[in-house]
T-cell receptor, first 113, second 112 residues
Framework: SQTIHQWPATLVQPVGSPLSLECTVE??????LYWYRQAAGRGLQLLFY??????ISSEVPQNLSASRPQDRQFILSSKKLLLSDSGFYLC????????????FGPGTRLTVT | DQQVKQNSPSLSVQEGRISILNCDYT??????FLWYKKYPAEGPTFLIS?????DKNEDGRFTVFLNKSAKHLSLHIVPSQPGDSAVYFC???????????FGTGTRLTIIP
């Protein structure tokens, strides 16, 4: 069966510090991968998605970037965090074939102070 | 432009009764719809989906209804249980699109 991992679970970082969040998927090959953010009291905002290694699509202009160095690894980064980057970050995978379902990881709570 | 709308931010239902969560969409290209359930500090979990070729899909206590002419879908939970208390998101997509468009969510509270 497929499993998706995210770490760390929680993170407190000062403004201006760098960020690296990692997501890995097990039990599937060539998944579509997604990064979402849920701000306090808000819905799910798609930040980036990837249909293959090195292929990244950005959905909103922002202070963040994403990379996919391996088939089942997706990384969310920032060189300098802003207060507005605080939120709950979710990684998801989808098969990208006959079904539309996406399956989410446990999330990372990021607080920028 | 919010293409998927959940106009009720919250809903309270007595345990054992039916919970009905609503979702409206504006993009007529959407042909696949999903419901997710989310507990605080956890990732959403997939609940149930429906293709536009159907108007109803049932899975245990959960039933999703689709009204294409009204661009409206609803999730029925019966009977409602305390563990159903969570935020519910509807989402939509269409053929050839790798992305899901999510609504803003409805917080369901089941009252014992």
């Amino acid at each position: 069966s497929q499993t998706i991992h995210q770490w760390p679970a929680t993170l407190v970082q000062p403004v201006g510090s760098p960020l690296s969040l990692e997501c890995t998927v097990e039990g599937t090959s060539n998944p579509n991968l997604y990064w979402y953010r849920q701000a306090a009291g808000r819905g799910l905002q798609l930040l980036f998605y990837s249909v293959g290694i090195g292929q990244i699509s950005s959905e909103v202009p922002q202070n963040l970037s994403a990379s996919r160095p391996q088939d089942r690894q997706f990384i969310l980064s920032s060189k300098k965090l802003l207060l507005s980057d605080s939120g709950f970050y979710l990684c998801a995978w989808g098969s990208g074939t006959a079904t539309y379902e996406q399956y989410f990881g446990p999330g990372t709570r990021l607080t920028v102070t | 432009d919010q293409q998927v709308k959940q106009n009720s931010p919250s809903l309270s239902v007595q345990e054992g009764r039916i919970s009905i969560l609503n979702c409206d969409y504006t993009n007529s290209m959407f042909d696949y719809f999903l419901w997710y359930k989310k507990y605080p500090a956890e990732g959403p979990t997939f609940l149930i989906s429906i293709s536009s070729i159907k108007d109803k899909n049932e899975d245990g206590r959960f039933t999703v209804f689709l009204n294409k002419s009204a661009k409206h879908l609803s999730l029925h939970i019966v009977p409602s249980q305390p563990g159903d208390s969570a935020v519910y998101f509807c989402a939509a997509s269409h053929f050839g699109n790798e992305k899901l468009t999510f609504g803003t969510g409805t917080r369901l509270t089941i009252i014992p």
